[in-house]
Nanobody, 115 residues
Framework: QVLLVESGGGLVQFGGSLRLACSASGSIFSLYDLGWYRQAPGKQRELVAAISSGSTTNYADSVKGRFTISRDNAKKTVYLQMNSLKPEDTAVYYC?????????WGQGTQVTVSS
C-alpha cells in the first residue's frame, strides 16, 4: 500500500509558476513509475507528465517546454515544476504511482490560473 499526498497547488496569474510535490509512504518508492494527471471541470482526467523508475520522462504535448517532472527517491517525492502557466492549465492535479498492476492515487490539489 502506498499513500500519496500532494501539495503546492493554489491560485496563480497567467504566466506564473507553481511547483507541485507529492510525498509517498512505503519503502520501495524508487521502483514505482510516477505520474501527474489533471482533471478540469467537465473533462476527462489526462496524463500531464510521467517519470519511470529509471527516470525516463514524457509529457503531454500541451505542457512540453513548460512543465518539468522530477523525482527524489531519497525523499520519496515526485515534483512537477509548472512554468508559463495558462488559464487552460486550471484543474485538479493528481499524482499517481504504479508498480506492476497496482495503481495508487493522491487526493488531488487544485491549480487555478487567472487570466
Amino acid at each position: 500500500q502506498v499513500l500519496l499526498v500532494e501539495s503546492g497547488g493554489g491560485l496563480v496569474q497567467f504566466g506564473g509558476s507553481l511547483r507541485l510535490a507529492c510525498s509517498a509512504s512505503g519503502s520501495i518508492f524508487s521502483l514505482y513509475d510516477l505520474g501527474w494527471y489533471r482533471q478540469a471541470p467537465g473533462k476527462q482526467r489526462e496524463l500531464v507528465a510521467a517519470i519511470s523508475s529509471g527516470s525516463t520522462t514524457n509529457y503531454a504535448d500541451s505542457v512540453k517546454g513548460r512543465f518539468t517532472i522530477s523525482r527524489d527517491n531519497a525523499k520519496k517525492t515526485v515534483y512537477l515544476q509548472m512554468n508559463s502557466l495558462k488559464p487552460e492549465d486550471t484543474a485538479v492535479y493528481y499524482c499517481a504511482a504504479r508498480l506492476g498492476t497496482d495503481d495508487y492515487w493522491g487526493q488531488g490539489t487544485q491549480v487555478t490560473v487567472s487570466s
